[in-house]
């Protein structure tokens, strides 16, 4: 189903509430794969931290950004991709807290044996 010509980008949506990924061909921008903290088999997790006192700031941690990796690394394996690109930029210019907490994602997309291009000039 992939091409050889077509690239695909790694895009992370991150807020305090919810991690989301997903990969777009950079050609049409059409999703390919996707995988977010606000599945399902997050929601047990995530009820239990809003109701929670003190309760936290973040619904997600490192954790469960490894699991949306896993998830997403499966879904583009499905799919037949073999790497994907992420914006370097992007990933530079986000909070160094939420850059900490992202990289286990990655981590978990390349155990899947998708290569991340652009993961090794993060520094994490």
């Not at 989301?20 to 390919?32: P, Y």
């Not at 903290?37 to 929601?43: G, L, T, V, Y």
Request: net charge positive; proline share 2%; glycine share 4%.
């Amino acid at each position: 189903m992939a091409t050889g010509s077509s690239r695909h980008l790694l895009r992370l949506l991150v807020s305090c509430r919810k991690i989301t990924a997903q990969v777009t061909t950079t050609t049409t921008d059409t999703i390919i794969a996707m995988a977010s903290s606000a599945e399902q088999e997050f929601a047990a997790q995530c009820k239990a931290k809003l109701n929670r006192i003190p309760r936290c700031r973040n619904l997600w941690d490192a954790k469960i950004a490894s699991r949306v990796g896993e998830k997403l690394g499966d879904r583009i394996n499905e799919v037949g991709v073999h790497d994907v690109e992420i914006d370097v930029e992007e990933e530079l210019n986000r909070n160094i807290h939420y850059r900490k907490l992202v990289a286990p994602l990655f981590v978990s997309v390349k155990r899947k044996g998708i290569a991340v291009v652009g993961a090794d000039k993060l520094d994490l």
